[in-house]
């Protein structure tokens, strides 16, 4: 079964932390896309990898960075977090074969004080 | 650019009721359409999907059909169940326009007894 991991279900930060957001998958995926998710906003497209150590930009990056040193692992950092990035993250991975079948993690939410 | 436009939610029905979720979309081309389904607690995953005009993607008694002439992607389903309650998403994508899926904003649905 294809399977796709968060670090964390729930997360508290405090405004100006540094906050990592780890997403691990074991599909052997090429793409990797971190999202986040906020009531009638549907979902939006933070940053995106195609392959290990290549990143391209979202529609909202500003305020958030990645890394991808391994096929299999995504990472979202938040800086110094403030309270509006308080929200719903979602990882998700898929083949490049196939890149509308994304396959979504359970999902992280942040909070921040 | 291309956006996706649903209905508002939450739309709340009673168990074997008729389901219509809308969704239209505006776009250069004809991109692929797809429903995504985000259960309680959990990440999204692909429900069915159109690539070109005149398609029907089905899944699980769901039906959509591909209407280019009203760049439209109804979801619709003949008799709903409490186990379907969830929030539905309709995406795009364009093939070799990269790997982005552009999301709707959700509709929540509502099944009771």
């Known amino acids: 079964d294809v399977k796709v991991t968060q670090s964390s279900r729930y997360l508290v930060k405090r405004t100006g932390e540094k906050v990592f957001l780890e997403c691990v998958q074991d599909?052997?995926?090429?793409?990797m896309f971190w999202y986040r998710q906020d009531p009638g906003l549907g979902l939006r497209l933070i940053y995106f990898?195609?392959?290990?150590?290549?990143?391209e930009k979202g529609d909202i990056p500003e305020g958030y960075s990645v890394s991808r040193e391994k096929k299999e692992r995504f990472s979202l950092i938040l800086e110094s977090a403030s309270t509006n990035q308080t929200s719903m993250y979602l990882c998700?991975?898929?083949?490049?074969?196939?890149?509308?079948?994304?396959?979504f993690g359970p999902g992280t939410r942040l909070t921040v004080t | 650019g291309n956006s996706v436009t649903q209905m508002e939610g939450p739309v709340t029905l009673s168990e074997e009721a008729f389901l219509t979720i809308n969704c239209t979309y505006t776009?250069?081309?004809?991109?692929?359409l797809f429903w995504y389904v985000q259960y309680p607690g959990e990440g999204l995953q692909l429900l069915l999907k159109?690539?070109?005009?005149?398609d029907k993607g089905s899944n699980k008694g769901f039906e959509a059909t591909y209407r280019k002439e009203t760049t439209s992607f109804h979801l619709e389903k003949g008799s709903v169940q409490v186990s379907d309650s969830a929030v539905y998403f309709c995406?795009?994508?364009?093939?070799?326009?990269?790997?982005?899926?552009?999301f709707g904003t959700g509709t929540q649905l509502k099944v009771e007894l």
């Open positions: 998700a991975s898929t083949p490049g074969s196939r890149a509308y079948e994304q396959y």
């Open positions: 599909m052997d995926h090429e793409n």
């Open positions: 990898s195609y392959d290990v150590k290549m990143k």
């Open positions: 776009a250069t081309g004809y991109p692929s």
């Open positions: 159109a690539t070109k005009a005149d």
């Open positions: 995406a795009l994508i364009f093939t070799g326009g990269g790997n982005k899926l552009t």
